[in-house]
């Protein structure tokens, strides 16, 4: 099953130049890609997805093809970066199709956590569209939390990030038939956004991934009211939100719950609201303020 309704490549040149890298000669294929793959920050992605369903199905092993098309390390603004976008789309493709689908799982959060914009543009599109079926939903919950225990601080953050990121879209949500195991996987994404070393904070990769929790907080709140999972699960989460960078994201998320255009009213955002409130840290009591301990001459003890 192709990862996209899209149909296969219709450029005669490109297709024979895939025969011919299937066969290990790749120059052509590869330059083809990036001749007409855009780059920046908008790359084709209907080439990239008509790429990915050309070799959904194709028999035998494309990991060597796909891994030399990933493994380029052309910078943002070059066209070649446009290779490691069509990997990815490459690689959603062989797992709807169910091929190689150990060596897909294993290179995808490489090129999810990757530090240039368009291949994770491209990874976020190729997983959303993937993600869109029932059984891929879930598969992508069930593998992202192993994603969460890669060693490379930024691989990890970034790909959180992207499969956070792919959760927002209604499309993706609709197709869990049981919230239950992404609501554990964002509270996994949250304690490790929490329970990261200060110098973390300096990662761009967890800054992404922090920019990405609230419109997903608040459309997970929002595609599972049934019965409260969403929003009380929410409601748990604010209750017991300590860092500030983590109040921040969940603030972001109830002033969008409040927004007239999400359908969730003033009601709910209200209560999410007190909820967060309630966990604030309380006041300093100046009473107790040892001298010295502000900033400035004042705060200091007279001699």
């Given amino acids: 099953m192709p990862v996209s ?10 297709r024979a130049a895939l025969t011919a890298a299937l066969g290990g000669r790749t120059a052509t294929l590869e330059q083809l890609l990036a001749r007409h793959g855009g780059y920046g920050s908008r ?6 997805a008509a790429f990915g369903t050309e070799i959904a199905s194709l028999p035998g092993i494309l990991a060597p093809l796909l891994e030399r098309l990933g493994e380029n390390d052309a910078a943002p603004d070059t066209p070649e970066v446009f290779l490691p976008v069509a990997a990815a789309y490459g690689w959603a493709a062989r797992l709807a199709a169910g091929r190689e689908v150990g060596t897909a799982w294993a290179v ?6 990757d530090e240039r914009a368009p291949v994770r543009v491209g990874t ?12 891929n939903a879930s598969a992508l919950v069930e593998r992202a939390g192993d994603w969460l225990e890669l060693e490379d601080r930024e691989i990890r953050f970034g790909a959180a990030g992207v499969v956070v990121e792919v959760f927002a ?11 239950g195991p992404l609501f554990d996987y964002l ?19 967890r800054r992404r991934l922090l920019l990405a929790l609230p419109p997903t907080l608040s459309a997970v709140a929002r595609a599972f009211g049934a019965g409260d999972r969403g929003p009380g699960w929410l409601e748990e989460v604010c209750r017991e939100a300590r860092h500030p960078d983590l109040r921040t994201a969940l603030s972001n998320a ?3 719950l409040g927004d007239k255009a999400s359908g969730q009213g003033a009601l709910l955002a209200q209560r999410l609201r007190t909820a967060l409130e309630g966990s604030a840290k309380p ?21």
């Fill in 5 to 14: 309704n899209q149909e296969g490549l219709r450029d005669e040149a490109l």
């Fill in 43 to 48: 790359p084709n992605l209907r080439l990239a």
């Fill in 108 to 113: 995808l959060p490489l090129l999810a956590g």
């Fill in 124 to 135: 976020l599109e190729a997983l959303a569209a993937l993600a869109a079926r029932p059984r």
């Fill in 169 to 179: 879209r209604r499309q993706v949500l609709a197709a869990l038939s049981d919230p």
């Fill in 187 to 205: 509270g996994r994404a949250i304690g490790a956004i929490v329970e990261a070393p200060r110098a973390a904070e300096r990662s761009d990769a």
């Fill in 254 to 256: 109830i002033v969008a």
């Fill in 283 to 303: 006041p300093r009591d100046p009473t107790r303020r040892r001298p010295g301990a502000a900033r400035g001459r004042t705060s200091r003890s007279v001699r």
